[in-house]
């Protein structure tokens, strides 16, 4: 081999030897490479959004922490029968006399209140103003302050309407027609039809508050023919409302006295694809049941409460939240169960 061969040679091998480094070297970085991708770490998450407390109070006026979809916590509306909270002749170790509701009585019914957190209490069965006054006393005691009212004084001078409420009650109403007749005998709605518009934070709901003629019998007329036309006042009401303002926030509960297919409910209801028709809230209690009165004398069970809403004000209600109170000391504090519905603000 001449020595121009022997140094070719020496060239082609050392380039070859680099080639093949050169190789080894790129797999053993790309196996590195390969091992550090399967065992990272997962890409860097987005830092957590905090809102401080000055953009808290900016983007809600009201100070409420925000909560659920609508932002804001829902107000929280209780429609309750307080089973006689007044002055009444009342029957106790076999002597009767002139007394308030009993005292374990009201101990009950405040524990079931306080328990509910309301914002807005729509009542049956309250007396005077100053039994209205005492209720709230007792609440705002248990921190429940509920200081702006509507109180109604029907031709039922004894049980009472009204509603309580921890915003402004901004304006009052009262139905165009409060009589009517059954055969020939007159008569007026007794306990009257109960109309207060309240200030949310962000709209207005008017409230319509009834308490319908009882079960029992009277001699001037058959109560169920007068319960009917109690429910029609009701319903005429509604029709005017809705007519004059389609988009108004209509609320109305109350103790109809009946069950939900009687033609008292259907009258109050009116005709469901109708622009004025009302949508039932179906409140449940904690076992699914929807009874709310239980009637001790005929160990009855009944639906007899109701809190329905307009169609502009049923998208804001919070069904989920909706609840039958059922306490253990329920039929203490009331022969009625009350019924919560939040409505989101």
């Keep these: ?108 019914l405040i524990s079931t209140i306080v328990d509910a957190k309301p914002d807005i209490i729509g009542i049956c069965e309250i007396g005077s103003p100053d039994d209205l006054k005492d209720l709230q006393n007792r609440l705002k005691e248990k921190g429940i302050n509920l200081p702006h009212a509507h109180h109604l004084l029907g031709y039922d001078s004894v049980r009472t309407l009204a509603i309580i409420s921890k915003f402004p009650v901004i304006s009052t109403g009262k139905p165009n027609k409060d009589n009517y007749t059954v055969g020939k005998t007159p008569f007026k709605i007794s306990r009257g039809i109960l109309d207060a518009t309240i200030q949310f934070p962000n709209k207005k709901v008017r409230c319509l508050g009834v308490h319908l003629k009882s079960k029992r019998p009277i001699p001037d007329a058959d109560q169920e023919l007068m319960r009917r036309a109690e429910s029609g006042l009701l319903r005429a009401h509604v029709n005017d409302i809705l007519q004059a303002t389609p988009d108004t926030h209509l609320l109305v509960y109350g103790d109809f006295n009946d069950t939900k297919r009687t033609p008292t409910m259907r009258t109050a209801m009116g005709r469901l694809n109708a622009k004025s028709g009302l949508i039932v809230l179906n409140a449940k209690d904690s076992r699914g049941d929807l009874w709310t009165h239980h009637w001790g004398r005929e160990d009855i069970y009944s639906r007899f409460d109701f809190v329905m809403v307009s169609k502009s004000l049923s998208p804001d209600i919070d069904t989920a939240g909706m609840k039958i109170l059922d306490p253990p000391n329920w039929d203490k504090a009331s022969d009625h169960r009350a019924i919560l519905i939040p409505i989101h603000q």
């Excluded at 809102?51 to 509306?77: E, H, I, L």
């Excluded at 007044?86 to 009950?108: C, H, Q, V």
């Design 1 to 108: 081999m001449t020595a121009h061969q022997q140094s070719s040679f020496k060239k082609i091998a050392s380039t070859l030897i680099g080639a093949f480094f050169l190789l080894y070297f790129s797999a053993c970085k790309d196996k590195k490479s390969t091992s550090d991708w399967q065992q990272s770490e997962p890409a860097e998450q987005p830092a957590e959004v905090v809102t401080t407390k000055s953009d808290a109070t900016k983007n809600n006026k009201q100070g409420v922490p925000a909560t659920g979809s609508q932002g804001k916590s829902p107000v929280r509306f209780l429609a309750y029968n307080l089973k006689n909270y007044l002055t009444m002749r009342r029957y106790s170790n076999g002597k009767s006399s002139n007394a308030s509701k009993p005292e374990d009585e009201i101990e009950a």
